[in-house]
């Protein structure tokens, strides 16, 4: 059963647009969300993340939002760079026993 | 930022033999180690959770006696994977905790298992 789904496999952005990826998860219990970049064949690499007492966590050009509410959150990368090409993650925690990933969403950024 | 690291990087085995990869936590102590698995196209999916002297916690559908998981020591973590068959072929990553946080976790580059 998939805790977390990321239900965009793949996103096309032009460089200097934005760039938002979405994250849905089922179990209310998760309080900490993290999102990871990964390139082919390398071990994925921590991101940004988000606690559940905050809706909001911005880190330079990466910024995440979380909608409890609706059990949503989203990257956003702006101005998207084709460096950000990547498979991105996001991962959920209930107590930091566990981490559950997404199916990952593919961004290209279009030169 | 803390560094993990496995070996191999890459391996071929054959069928019917086993491999093992090692996941060490290079400039500091990891009490948790995490084994994960990466099919194509999908999503890492946690095999198990390695704690340093005690016995690893397996995932629902894992076999513990095929993926045998040892965490000897506050920086070594190892994944044996025995009698390996084709199917078995997959890219296996390892997380460590740093210490710094409770949630944030560091990972290995991986190691891209090939059973022939």
């Known amino acids: 059963d998939q805790q977390v789904k990321q239900n965009s496999p793949s996103l096309s952005v032009q460089e200097g647009r934005i760039s938002i990826l979405n994250c849905d998860y089922t179990?209310?219990?998760?309080?900490?969300f993290l999102w990871y970049k990964k390139y082919p064949a390398e071990g994925p690499t921590f991101l940004i993340s988000i606690s559940s007492i905050k809706d909001k966590n911005e880190d330079g050009r990466f910024t995440v939002f979380l909608n409890k509410s609706a059990k949503h959150l989203s990257l956003h990368i702006v101005p998207s760079q084709p460096g950000d090409s990547a498979v991105y993650f996001c991962?959920?925690?209930?107590?930091?026993?566990?981490?559950?990933f997404g199916t990952g969403t593919s961004l290209t950024v279009i030169p | 930022g803390a560094v993990v690291s496995q070996h191999p990087s890459w391996v071929i085995c054959k069928s019917g033999t086993s491999v093992k990869i090692e996941c060490r936590s290079l400039d500091f102590q990891a009490t948790t180690m995490f084994w994960y698995r990466q099919f194509p196209k999908q999503s890492l999916m946690l095999m198990a959770t390695s704690n340093e002297g005690s016995k690893a916690t397996y995932e629902q559908g894992v076999e513990k006696d095929k993926f045998l998981i040892n965490h000897a020591s506050l920086t070594l973590s190892t994944l044996t994977v025995t009698s390996a068959h084709p199917e078995d072929s997959s890219f296996y990553i390892c997380?460590?905790?740093?210490?710094?946080?409770?949630?944030?976790?560091?990972f290995g580059p991986g190691t891209r298992l090939t059973v022939t």
């Open positions: 991962a959920a925690s209930a107590n930091g026993n566990q981490f559950y």
């Open positions: 179990n209310s219990m998760f309080d900490y």
């Open positions: 997380s460590a905790f740093s210490g710094t946080s409770a949630y944030e976790q560091y």
